[in-house]
Protein backbone atom coordinates (compact mmCIF):
# COMPACT_ATOMS: atom_id res chain seq x y z
CA UNK A 1 0.00 0.00 0.00
CA UNK A 2 0.94 3.56 -0.41
CA UNK A 3 0.84 6.23 2.66
CA UNK A 4 1.72 9.88 2.53
CA UNK A 5 3.46 10.89 5.94
CA UNK A 6 3.74 14.39 6.40
CA UNK A 7 6.99 14.84 8.65
CA UNK A 8 7.44 17.20 10.98
CA UNK A 9 10.91 17.55 12.55
CA UNK A 10 10.60 20.74 14.38
CA UNK A 11 13.05 22.10 16.93
CA UNK A 12 15.79 20.88 19.22
CA UNK A 13 16.75 17.20 18.99
CA UNK A 14 13.28 16.70 16.87
CA UNK A 15 15.31 16.45 13.81
CA UNK A 16 18.16 14.14 14.73
CA UNK A 17 14.94 11.61 16.46
CA UNK A 18 12.89 11.88 13.29
CA UNK A 19 16.03 10.61 11.00
CA UNK A 20 15.85 7.57 13.12
CA UNK A 21 12.22 6.81 12.73
CA UNK A 22 12.75 7.40 8.91
CA UNK A 23 15.26 4.98 8.72
CA UNK A 24 12.73 2.42 10.58
CA UNK A 25 9.53 3.23 8.60
CA UNK A 26 11.91 2.71 5.35
CA UNK A 27 12.72 -0.06 6.41
CA UNK A 28 9.28 -1.76 6.78
CA UNK A 29 8.43 -0.61 3.73
CA UNK A 30 10.52 -2.70 2.03
CA UNK A 31 10.25 -5.60 4.15
CA UNK A 32 6.61 -5.44 3.90
CA UNK A 33 6.10 -4.28 0.49
CA UNK A 34 4.58 -0.55 1.07
CA UNK A 35 5.63 2.93 0.19
CA UNK A 36 5.66 5.24 2.86
CA UNK A 37 6.63 9.01 1.22
CA UNK A 38 7.53 11.44 3.39
CA UNK A 39 7.30 15.26 2.86
CA UNK A 40 8.80 17.90 5.06
CA UNK A 41 7.17 20.84 6.97
CA UNK A 42 8.15 23.58 9.48
CA UNK A 43 6.60 23.82 12.73
CA UNK A 44 7.76 25.75 15.86
CA UNK A 45 10.94 27.83 16.35
CA UNK A 46 12.33 27.30 13.26
CA UNK A 47 9.41 27.87 11.56
CA UNK A 48 9.22 31.56 13.30
CA UNK A 49 12.72 31.64 12.07
CA UNK A 50 12.04 30.94 8.39
CA UNK A 51 8.46 32.32 8.23
CA UNK A 52 7.39 34.28 11.54
CA UNK A 53 4.45 31.62 11.87
CA UNK A 54 5.11 28.70 14.34
CA UNK A 55 2.34 26.90 11.94
CA UNK A 56 2.79 28.21 8.48
CA UNK A 57 -0.08 27.71 6.00
CA UNK A 58 1.57 25.58 4.15
CA UNK A 59 2.18 23.00 6.71
CA UNK A 60 -1.47 22.98 7.77
CA UNK A 61 -2.11 21.81 4.49
CA UNK A 62 0.65 19.39 4.19
CA UNK A 63 -0.91 17.56 7.46
CA UNK A 64 -4.52 17.98 5.82
CA UNK A 65 -3.63 16.06 3.01
CA UNK A 66 -1.23 13.50 4.83
CA UNK A 67 -2.49 10.11 5.76
CA UNK A 68 -0.64 10.81 8.89
CA UNK A 69 1.95 13.26 10.30
CA UNK A 70 5.06 12.51 12.05
CA UNK A 71 5.88 14.81 14.60
CA UNK A 72 9.64 15.69 16.84
CA UNK A 73 9.32 18.58 18.88
CA UNK A 74 8.80 21.85 19.65
CA UNK A 75 10.28 24.62 21.59
CA UNK A 76 13.32 27.09 22.36
CA UNK A 77 14.57 28.37 25.55
CA UNK A 78 15.09 31.68 23.48
CA UNK A 79 10.79 31.89 24.09
CA UNK A 80 10.77 30.26 27.50
CA UNK A 81 12.96 33.21 29.25
CA UNK A 82 10.82 35.90 27.24
CA UNK A 83 7.15 36.06 28.44
CA UNK A 84 6.34 38.89 26.30
CA UNK A 85 7.24 37.49 22.95
CA UNK A 86 4.63 38.08 20.34
CA UNK A 87 4.86 34.68 18.97
CA UNK A 88 6.01 31.67 20.24
CA UNK A 89 6.78 28.35 19.17
CA UNK A 90 3.73 26.20 21.62
CA UNK A 91 1.36 28.33 19.43
CA UNK A 92 2.31 25.94 16.33
CA UNK A 93 1.20 22.80 18.34
CA UNK A 94 -1.94 24.41 19.76
CA UNK A 95 -2.78 25.79 16.32
CA UNK A 96 -2.57 22.03 14.38
CA UNK A 97 -4.49 20.34 17.82
CA UNK A 98 -6.97 22.65 16.68
CA UNK A 99 -6.78 23.01 13.08
CA UNK A 100 -6.71 19.04 12.97
CA UNK A 101 -9.15 18.78 15.31
CA UNK A 102 -6.87 16.53 17.59
CA UNK A 103 -9.51 16.07 20.38
CA UNK A 104 -7.85 12.87 22.26
CA UNK A 105 -4.15 12.30 23.28
CA UNK A 106 -3.22 9.09 23.93
CA UNK A 107 -0.37 8.04 26.09
CA UNK A 108 0.12 4.13 26.54
CA UNK A 109 2.85 3.61 29.57
CA UNK A 110 3.79 0.44 30.20
CA UNK A 111 7.00 -0.74 31.28
CA UNK A 112 9.83 -2.84 30.05
CA UNK A 113 11.39 -5.48 32.33
CA UNK A 114 14.87 -4.91 31.36
CA UNK A 115 14.51 -1.23 32.77
CA UNK A 116 12.32 -1.51 36.12
CA UNK A 117 15.27 -0.74 37.50
CA UNK A 118 15.70 2.51 36.12
CA UNK A 119 12.12 3.60 37.33
CA UNK A 120 12.56 6.33 40.20
CA UNK A 121 10.32 3.84 41.96
CA UNK A 122 10.42 0.58 43.56
CA UNK A 123 10.16 -2.43 41.39
CA UNK A 124 7.23 -4.21 43.48
CA UNK A 125 5.53 -0.35 42.90
CA UNK A 126 6.32 -0.07 39.17
CA UNK A 127 6.37 -3.78 37.83
CA UNK A 128 3.47 -4.67 35.20
CA UNK A 129 2.25 -1.19 35.31
CA UNK A 130 0.24 -0.69 32.40
CA UNK A 131 -1.67 2.57 32.12
CA UNK A 132 -3.59 4.06 29.21
CA UNK A 133 -3.89 7.66 29.80
CA UNK A 134 -6.59 9.40 27.26
CA UNK A 135 -5.67 13.15 27.88
CA UNK A 136 -8.52 15.53 25.97
CA UNK A 137 -6.47 18.20 24.01
CA UNK A 138 -8.41 20.75 22.08
CA UNK A 139 -10.87 22.11 25.40
CA UNK A 140 -10.39 23.86 28.97
CA UNK A 141 -8.30 26.16 30.08
CA UNK A 142 -6.23 25.73 27.29
CA UNK A 143 -8.18 27.15 24.78
CA UNK A 144 -10.90 28.68 26.51
CA UNK A 145 -11.81 32.60 26.70
CA UNK A 146 -11.59 35.57 27.67
CA UNK A 147 -7.30 35.25 28.41
CA UNK A 148 -5.47 37.70 28.78
CA UNK A 149 -4.68 40.74 30.85
CA UNK A 150 -6.71 43.55 32.81
CA UNK A 151 -5.88 46.89 30.89
CA UNK A 152 -3.37 48.12 33.34
CA UNK A 153 -1.28 44.74 33.73
CA UNK A 154 -2.05 43.93 36.94
CA UNK A 155 -4.41 41.28 36.57
CA UNK A 156 -4.41 38.05 34.24
CA UNK A 157 -6.81 35.69 33.54
CA UNK A 158 -7.39 32.03 31.93
CA UNK A 159 -10.73 30.64 31.19
CA UNK A 160 -11.81 26.93 31.05
CA UNK A 161 -14.40 25.91 29.26
CA UNK A 162 -16.12 22.62 28.36
CA UNK A 163 -18.91 21.22 26.00
CA UNK A 164 -21.10 18.32 27.20
CA UNK A 165 -19.87 17.17 23.15
CA UNK A 166 -16.56 17.56 23.95
CA UNK A 167 -16.55 15.65 26.77
CA UNK A 168 -18.88 12.64 25.49
CA UNK A 169 -16.65 11.99 22.02
CA UNK A 170 -13.13 11.79 24.09
CA UNK A 171 -15.50 10.03 27.28
CA UNK A 172 -16.54 8.12 24.40
CA UNK A 173 -13.06 6.74 23.16
CA UNK A 174 -11.97 6.21 26.55
CA UNK A 175 -14.56 3.57 26.67
CA UNK A 176 -13.94 2.14 23.69
CA UNK A 177 -10.76 1.22 24.87
CA UNK A 178 -11.44 -0.22 28.08
CA UNK A 179 -13.86 -2.74 26.52
CA UNK A 180 -10.33 -3.83 24.78
CA UNK A 181 -8.68 -3.89 28.03
CA UNK A 182 -9.72 -4.64 31.64
CA UNK A 183 -12.75 -2.96 31.02
CA UNK A 184 -11.92 -0.50 34.07
CA UNK A 185 -12.06 3.31 33.18
CA UNK A 186 -11.17 6.18 35.81
CA UNK A 187 -12.41 9.85 35.42
CA UNK A 188 -9.81 12.08 37.02
CA UNK A 189 -11.58 15.69 37.93
CA UNK A 190 -11.83 18.32 40.49
CA UNK A 191 -15.40 18.10 40.91
CA UNK A 192 -15.69 19.56 44.37
CA UNK A 193 -14.24 22.61 42.73
CA UNK A 194 -14.65 23.10 39.22
CA UNK A 195 -18.27 23.66 37.47
CA UNK A 196 -16.58 21.92 34.28
CA UNK A 197 -15.18 18.73 36.10
CA UNK A 198 -19.00 18.66 37.49
CA UNK A 199 -20.05 18.71 34.00
CA UNK A 200 -16.54 16.15 33.13
CA UNK A 201 -18.50 14.10 35.80
CA UNK A 202 -22.25 14.16 35.01
CA UNK A 203 -21.46 13.65 31.19
CA UNK A 204 -18.97 10.79 31.39
CA UNK A 205 -21.65 8.86 34.41
CA UNK A 206 -23.99 9.05 30.94
CA UNK A 207 -21.45 7.99 28.10
CA UNK A 208 -20.89 5.11 30.56
CA UNK A 209 -24.31 3.86 30.36
CA UNK A 210 -23.90 2.47 27.27
CA UNK A 211 -20.94 -0.11 28.16
CA UNK A 212 -22.79 -2.24 30.23
CA UNK A 213 -19.94 -4.08 31.11
CA UNK A 214 -17.78 -0.93 31.52
CA UNK A 215 -16.89 -0.23 35.22
CA UNK A 216 -15.74 3.74 35.95
CA UNK A 217 -14.66 5.23 38.51
CA UNK A 218 -13.96 9.00 39.78
CA UNK A 219 -11.29 10.63 41.22
CA UNK A 220 -9.79 14.00 42.21
CA UNK A 221 -7.03 14.93 40.07
CA UNK A 222 -5.01 15.89 43.57
CA UNK A 223 -5.61 11.94 44.84
CA UNK A 224 -4.73 10.78 41.57
CA UNK A 225 -1.60 12.74 41.21
CA UNK A 226 -0.79 10.92 44.65
CA UNK A 227 -2.24 7.32 43.65
CA UNK A 228 0.02 7.44 40.63
CA UNK A 229 3.30 7.41 42.57
CA UNK A 230 1.70 5.27 45.43
CA UNK A 231 0.22 2.38 43.55
CA UNK A 232 0.24 3.06 39.87
CA UNK A 233 -0.88 -0.88 39.35
CA UNK A 234 -4.67 0.17 40.21
CA UNK A 235 -4.98 2.25 37.46
CA UNK A 236 -5.88 0.94 33.68
CA UNK A 237 -7.42 3.60 31.30
CA UNK A 238 -7.15 7.42 32.58
CA UNK A 239 -9.45 9.88 30.89
CA UNK A 240 -9.08 13.64 31.83
CA UNK A 241 -9.34 17.26 30.51
CA UNK A 242 -6.43 18.71 29.20
CA UNK A 243 -4.47 20.59 31.45
CA UNK A 244 -4.71 17.62 34.54
CA UNK A 245 -3.68 15.40 30.99
CA UNK A 246 -0.78 17.34 30.68
CA UNK A 247 0.46 17.59 34.23
CA UNK A 248 -0.48 13.66 35.11
CA UNK A 249 1.22 12.27 31.89
CA UNK A 250 4.53 13.61 32.41
CA UNK A 251 4.22 12.51 35.72
CA UNK A 252 3.13 9.14 34.83
CA UNK A 253 6.37 9.08 32.04
CA UNK A 254 8.80 8.59 34.26
CA UNK A 255 7.42 5.69 35.94
CA UNK A 256 8.84 3.68 33.05
CA UNK A 257 12.33 5.23 33.89
CA UNK A 258 12.82 7.82 31.01
CA UNK A 259 10.43 9.97 29.58
CA UNK A 260 12.67 9.66 26.29
CA UNK A 261 10.80 6.28 25.74
CA UNK A 262 7.39 7.07 25.67
CA UNK A 263 4.96 7.73 22.96
CA UNK A 264 1.91 9.58 21.83
CA UNK A 265 -0.78 9.82 19.25
CA UNK A 266 -3.30 12.85 18.93
CA UNK A 267 -6.53 11.76 17.20
CA UNK A 268 -9.13 13.08 16.21
CA UNK A 269 -11.60 14.79 13.28
CA UNK A 270 -8.51 15.13 10.76
CA UNK A 271 -5.35 13.43 10.36
CA UNK A 272 -3.97 12.29 13.31
CA UNK A 273 -0.13 13.11 14.92
CA UNK A 274 2.17 10.70 16.46
CA UNK A 275 4.89 12.07 18.52
CA UNK A 276 7.20 11.27 21.56
CA UNK A 277 6.03 12.94 24.80
CA UNK A 278 8.70 14.74 25.20
CA UNK A 279 10.20 17.77 24.48
CA UNK A 280 12.83 19.23 22.56
CA UNK A 281 15.80 19.19 25.05
CA UNK A 282 17.65 22.13 23.58
CA UNK A 283 20.52 20.81 25.63
CA UNK A 284 21.08 17.47 23.76
CA UNK A 285 20.24 19.14 20.17
CA UNK A 286 23.18 18.25 17.65
CA UNK A 287 24.71 16.22 19.63
CA UNK A 288 23.47 12.97 18.91
CA UNK A 289 22.54 11.93 22.11
CA UNK A 290 18.91 12.14 22.58
CA UNK A 291 16.75 8.95 23.02
CA UNK A 292 14.91 8.15 20.02
CA UNK A 293 13.17 5.02 21.20
CA UNK A 294 9.69 7.34 22.01
CA UNK A 295 9.84 8.63 18.47
CA UNK A 296 10.09 5.23 17.26
CA UNK A 297 7.54 4.04 19.30
CA UNK A 298 4.99 6.68 18.10
CA UNK A 299 5.79 5.12 14.43
CA UNK A 300 4.79 1.84 15.68
CA UNK A 301 1.36 3.33 17.06
CA UNK A 302 1.14 4.97 13.89
CA UNK A 303 0.77 2.11 11.93
CA UNK A 304 -1.37 0.72 14.11
CA UNK A 305 -3.71 4.07 14.53
CA UNK A 306 -3.49 5.35 11.00
CA UNK A 307 -2.62 2.56 8.43
CA UNK A 308 -3.67 -0.29 10.60
CA UNK A 309 -0.92 -1.97 9.82
CA UNK A 310 -1.22 -4.73 12.95
CA UNK A 311 2.05 -6.62 12.26
CA UNK A 312 4.09 -3.64 11.37
CA UNK A 313 3.72 -2.30 14.33
CA UNK A 314 4.28 -5.27 16.30
CA UNK A 315 7.46 -5.55 14.85
CA UNK A 316 8.81 -2.28 15.53
CA UNK A 317 7.79 -2.50 18.81
CA UNK A 318 9.66 -6.16 19.41
CA UNK A 319 12.27 -4.41 17.64
CA UNK A 320 12.63 -1.54 20.71
CA UNK A 321 12.35 -4.04 22.87
CA UNK A 322 15.29 -6.12 21.37
CA UNK A 323 17.61 -3.26 21.52
CA UNK A 324 16.53 -2.51 25.15
CA UNK A 325 17.36 -6.04 26.35
CA UNK A 326 20.78 -5.95 24.40
CA UNK A 327 21.40 -2.46 26.14
CA UNK A 328 21.81 -0.41 23.10
CA UNK A 329 20.35 2.42 24.64
CA UNK A 330 21.44 6.01 24.62
CA UNK A 331 22.80 7.65 28.05
CA UNK A 332 19.35 8.61 29.63
CA UNK A 333 19.20 4.91 30.38
CA UNK A 334 23.03 3.57 30.13
CA UNK A 335 25.25 6.20 31.39
CA UNK A 336 28.45 4.00 31.29
CA UNK A 337 28.10 2.80 28.05
CA UNK A 338 25.82 4.91 25.77
CA UNK A 339 25.20 4.29 22.24
CA UNK A 340 24.36 7.29 20.51
CA UNK A 341 21.01 8.20 18.88
CA UNK A 342 22.10 7.05 15.37
CA UNK A 343 23.42 3.93 16.88
CA UNK A 344 20.06 3.02 18.26
CA UNK A 345 17.94 3.58 15.12
CA UNK A 346 20.96 1.72 13.07
CA UNK A 347 20.10 -1.09 15.74
CA UNK A 348 16.65 -1.61 14.92
CA UNK A 349 17.02 -1.25 11.41
CA UNK A 350 19.19 -3.71 10.89
CA UNK A 351 16.88 -6.01 13.45
CA UNK A 352 13.95 -5.44 11.61
CA UNK A 353 15.52 -6.34 8.48
CA UNK A 354 16.91 -9.96 9.75
CA UNK A 355 14.09 -10.60 11.24
C1 LIG B 1 2.65 18.46 25.67
C2 LIG B 1 3.40 19.75 25.85
C3 LIG B 1 2.57 20.89 25.27
C4 LIG B 1 1.30 20.99 26.08
C5 LIG B 1 3.30 22.25 25.23
C6 LIG B 1 4.60 22.15 24.47
C7 LIG B 1 2.42 23.33 24.65
O1 LIG B 1 3.72 19.96 27.18
O2 LIG B 1 2.37 18.07 24.52
O3 LIG B 1 2.31 17.81 26.66
O4 LIG B 1 1.26 21.64 27.12
O5 LIG B 1 0.31 20.40 25.65
MG1 LIG C 1 3.16 18.36 28.47
Known sequence: MDFKIAVLPGDGIGPEIIDQAKKVIIVVGKKYNHKFNFTHGLVGAIAIDKTGNPLPAETLELCK???AVLFGAIGDPKYDNNPSAKVRPEQGLLAMRKELGLYANVRPVTTFPALIDKSPLKREIVQGV???MIRELTGGIYFGKPQGRSEDGNTAYDTSVYSRYEIERVVKLACEYAMTRSKKLTVVDKANVLATSRLWRETALLVARGYKELTIDFMFVDNAAMQLIQNPGRFDVIVTENMFGDILSDEASVLTGSLGLLPSASIGLSTSVFEPIHGSYPQAAGKNIANPLGTILSVSMMFDLAFNLKTEAETVRTAVEKSIEAEI?????????????SQVGDWITEYIKKI
Open 65 to 67: SSD
Open 130 to 132: DIM
Open 329 to 341: VTEDLNRTHPKST
